[in-house]
């Protein structure tokens, strides 16, 4: 059974920082890519940001563009993310998710079969 947790999440003023790590174990398999969502109350889960093992690639949601940034390690099935100049409108609850399927566009929750239980950032004006 695979297991994938979440932490680093919290509270901070707007313009500050924090960085979230994640970790997906289990059982012995490989993730292609691995992601992070979030979902503010009341809204749809949205893409935040991933990363592709294969070719080490990564894309942003316009959002966090040039304000976050993911990084991780393909053979510990990690991944993380740090969040600078965070603003309020960061506040949601963020998911960490892993994808064991080829040949699909890892900016969409269809493609992501393991998820976290979520971590909340709160962030304040």
């Known amino acids: 059974q695979v297991q994938v947790v979440e932490s680093g999440g919290g509270w901070v003023q707007a313009g500050g920082s924090l960085r979230l790590a994640c970790a997906a174990s289990g059982r012995t398999f490989r993730t292609h890519g691995m992601a992070w969502f979030r979902q503010a109350p009341g809204k749809e889960r949205d893409f935040v940001a991933r990363?592709?093992?294969?070719?080490?690639?990564?894309v942003y949601a316009d959002s966090v563009k040039g304000r976050f940034i993911i990084s991780g390690d393909n053979a510990k099935n990690t991944v993380y993310l740090q969040m600078n100049n965070l603003k309020p409108e960061d506040t949601a609850v963020y998911y960490c998710a892993a994808s064991v399927m080829y040949h699909v566009n890892l900016n969409f929750t269809s493609a992501y079969a393991y998820w976290g239980q979520g971590t909340q950032v709160t962030v304040s004006a």
């Open positions: 990363i592709k093992w294969t070719s080490n690639s990564t």
